[in-house]
């Protein structure tokens, strides 16, 4: 008999942890949110504004009054997810997000615009960001930073795919016919998908957390499972501001040139097609800074590499008003997407690190809320610093300088110490 149950323990060893598949799903939920972000709304900000016959700056501010009305939907998803679980929450918002963005593809006013637009933030870059986090948060501990690493990656994949056949479709189809696939896609397979795949966490299924089944550390995983800061807490330390800051500030700059990096490369002299190939260049690096990132948060303190990842897109948004070679665009990208690549290996794996898993979709969606008000800010920005000074140069120097200055500020912080979280990890499992 006990030959039959060390044969049985073996086999189950030997099978895929169920976690990775929910960080795959949870992956796909973050591809999901392109047509939310700025990046994916900067597929179609040129053939938009020629439909609807509106100038730059009036675009920007209807983004920036949309984003600001969505950034809601980052706020109060993450007491849903902690309520009712992340399989239930996320199934919901991808199917409303779906439905959401089809209807934006019938928009033909600025009225119409505004309020698709606010919609699409809230349910896409707002509600499905911070559920799509939260999932991989609450199915991981000690192995958090792996786990966040290889949903980076993943999810650095999926935008690399979905940018240019998004491109490709609207070039050949249309902004609304491609936005009406977008959102039947979310509708009749994200949504589904999760539902099928997501669980409220690894208990839920008889696991513990990071795949360990033995009964030996049921009264651990309960310890572990209650330790965590209140978000009232961790709003008082100087980690959550230094992560939130630099997150947000690179939320902002990728958000103003997503929106507008056609236009500003038209500006240093580049057409169209170099844009398309910033975007796979972009995407291609920030695979790169995934693995990089998820390689040295075991080996450095967190604070530090995101003290280097914004000074590398302090350069890189530095560089931008002086580009005047293909080579050096290219570069540019380069710089772009490695930096922001370890930036949201660490935005993600952070805030259960830092701060435990009791409340963290509470914390989460403050993070994510700061994120989503940058990315509202940044298009506006830049399109006022265009119209004042006919170029966007100014305010690149200026955004520069500001990144720096985070940067430096992480070195001064230390990530705080949930009670009882790390105090009982046996030794050789602490990071």
Known sequence: MSRINALSADHASHRVYYGWFVVLAAALAMVGTLPGRSQGLGLITEPLIRDLRIDRVTYATVNFWATI?????????????????????????????????????????????????AATRAVGQGALSVVSIAVVGHWFTR????AMAIYSVLLSAGFMIAFPVVGILVQARGWRTTWLVVGASLVFVL??????????????????????????????????DLAGIRAADAL??????????????????????????ESILAERGFNHDVYYQTLVVTAMTALAGNFIGGWLTSRLPLTRLMAIALIVLAAGVAA??????????????????????????????????????????QIQGVAQALTVLA?????????????????????????????????????????????????????????
């Open 375 to 431: 990315s509202a800010v940044g298009p506006l920005l830049l399109a006022w610093c265009v119209e004042a000074t006919g170029s966007y140069a100014a305010m690149f120097r200026i955004l520069s300088a500001i990144i720096a200055l985070v940067a430096v500020s992480c070195l001064a912080v230390s990530l705080p110490e949930p009670a009882g979280l790390r105090a009982r990890e046996p030794e050789d499992l602490r990071t």
């Open 69 to 117: 009305a969505g950034a809601a939907g980052a706020i109060g998803i993450g007491r849903a997810i902690d309520r009712f679980g992340a399989r239930v929450v996320l199934s919901v918002v991808s199917l409303v997000l779906g439905l959401t963005v089809a209807a934006m593809s019938r928009v033909s006013s600025i009225a119409t615009l505004t309020v698709a637009l």
């Open 236 to 261: 008082r330390t100087g980690a959550f501001w230094v992560f939130a800051a630099g997150t947000a500030l690179y939320g902002l700059v990728a958000s103003g040139i997503g929106l507008f990096n």
């Open 191 to 224: 949504a589904p998908l999760s539902w099928a795949i997501v669980r409220r966490g690894p208990e839920s299924i008889g696991l513990l957390p990071d795949g360990d089944t033995s009964t030996s550390r049921e009264a651990q995983l309960e310890s572990d």
């Open 143 to 146: 192995r958090i930073n792996s």
């Open 320 to 361: 931008m008003p002086i580009l005047a070679s293909l080579t050096a665009v290219m570069m540019w990208a380069a710089a772009m997407g490695l930096g922001g690549g370890i930036v949201m290996v660490l935005f993600f794996s952070v805030w259960p690190k830092a701060f435990g898993r009791l409340h963290l979709g």
